[in-house]
């Protein structure tokens, strides 16, 4: 790893319980890999209060305050109420939000409202987001041009076809490629990243979910922001760009994004 390279890990959930007993360790190898920046996002109403902590104890931790589509089925009568408290109380982005088509049980008519409501939040309060969209390709950017005002937004592990770049791009959309695109075979990812344009490129980890291929070929046991060079790697070489360009390119967009000084 180039010393001088600065890497940002656009989406990742370092409050899972599963990191609990090995966050120190964990946030030190993501130091030493050159990740000097992370967005932390909480994804249902029991885990804000941990990604406040996170932010409140760490300078370069981001947080980002959402309610899931996984989670709405069970949210409070308050909960709206509750999430601009966190996305005011300190610097913050709005997410993970978004559509599930690809869960058993939904509710496509709740979602979408959970969905709305949040992104008018977030204009509101000129807060970017962080979707989440799995099968619900079609709906997603009706619902995005329906809008009356669109925040900034990037779609996390962007699993979408390269060809709907084009659209979503021109709704002001930004793409973040996870570690999916480290796995042998995807190649539908490899073709989405190397077609990404350049100045909405991203890349996460979706720590501790999403773990990458390892050199060695094993499958690491989870995901954890230092893996974001593993992602970088894959990405460079399907834009057939060197790994210091690409971070560069990738540090720039992110900071742009966040609207953060580089």
Not at 225 to 251: C, E, M, N, Y
Request: proline content about 5%; aromatic content about 6%.
């Amino acid at each position: 790893m180039h010393g001088d390279m600065k890497l940002f890990d656009s989406h990742c959930h370092l409050q899972d319980e599963r990191l609990a007993g090995r966050l120190d360790a964990v946030i030190e190898r993501a130091c030493r890999a050159g990740v000097r920046r992370i967005i932390c996002c909480g994804s249902s109403e029991s885990d804000w209060h941990r990604v406040a902590e996170l932010a409140d104890r760490y300078d370069f931790i981001r947080p980002a305050f959402g309610l899931h589509p996984w989670y709405i089925a069970g949210r409070s009568k308050d909960w709206l109420a509750d999430l601009e408290r966190f996305l005011t109380e300190r610097p913050s982005m709005t997410g993970e939000i978004g559509l599930d088509h690809a869960v058993d049980e939904r509710n496509d008519e709740d979602q979408e409202a959970v969905f709305a409501v949040q992104m008018e939040l977030a204009a509101r309060l000129d807060r970017p987001v962080t979707i989440h969209c799995r099968r619900a390709w079609d709906r997603l950017p009706v619902l995005l041009k329906e809008m009356k005002t669109r925040p900034r937004f990037m779609i996390h592990s962007y699993s979408g076809g390269a060809e709907l770049m084009g659209p979503l791009a021109e709704l002001g959309a930004f793409f973040s490629f996870s570690g999916s695109i480290t796995l042998n075979g995807n190649r539908k990812g490899i073709r989405a990243a190397a077609a990404c344009p350049a100045d909405r490129l991203l890349l996460e980890t979706d720590a501790p979910d999403i773990p990458p291929l390892l050199p060695d070929g094993r499958r690491a046991e989870m995901s954890e922001p230092a893996s974001l060079t593993l992602v970088l790697k894959v990405a460079a070489a399907a834009r057939g760009v060197s790994d210091v360009d690409l971070a560069a390119q990738v540090w720039e967009n992110s900071c742009r994004f966040c609207d953060l000084e580089t």
